[in-house]
């Protein structure tokens, strides 16, 4: 069973920047394509980024966001730099099992992913 923890969030003004982590338990975790999502009050969860051999991100965050891994530390971050107040909301890291050398394009909705963290709240003030 594959467990996700994030860690990271926080309170910050709109300009700075944070850095989310998700630690993975398990094995093999360089074999599997992790992702970030988002959930802002009253909207559905969305897409953010995606990491298997190549990354793909969200519109929205494209030159601001950057998704890494580290396979030897089992866990995946989110640099999230010139953070805006619309960037608020829960950010949620899920793994997608194997997939890590396909398109990285191609999985960017909920369904493509089975497992997923607990969330880290991420609140920018303007």
């Known amino acids: 069973q594959v467990q996700l923890v994030e860690s990271g969030g926080g309170l910050v003004q709109a300009g700075d920047s944070l850095r989310l982590s998700c630690a993975a338990s398990?094995?093999?975790?360089?074999?599997?394509?992790m992702a970030w999502f988002r959930q802002a009050p009253g909207k559905e969860r969305e897409f953010v980024a995606t990491?298997?051999?190549?990354?793909y991100y969200a519109d929205s965050v494209k030159g601001r966001f950057t998704i890494s891994r580290d396979n030897a530390k089992n866990t995946v971050y989110l640099r999230m730099n010139s953070l805006k107040p619309e960037d608020t909301a829960v950010y949620y890291c899920?793994?997608?099992?194997?997939?890590?050398?396909?398109?990285?394009?191609?999985?960017?909705?909920?369904?493509?992913?089975?497992?997923w963290g607990q969330g880290t709240q991420v609140t920018v003030s303007s």
């Open positions: 899920a793994l997608k099992w194997g997939a890590v050398y396909s398109s990285s394009n191609a999985y960017t909705t909920t369904f493509d992913y089975g497992y």
């Open positions: 398990g094995r093999s975790f360089s074999s599997h394509r």
């Open positions: 990491i298997g051999g190549s990354t």
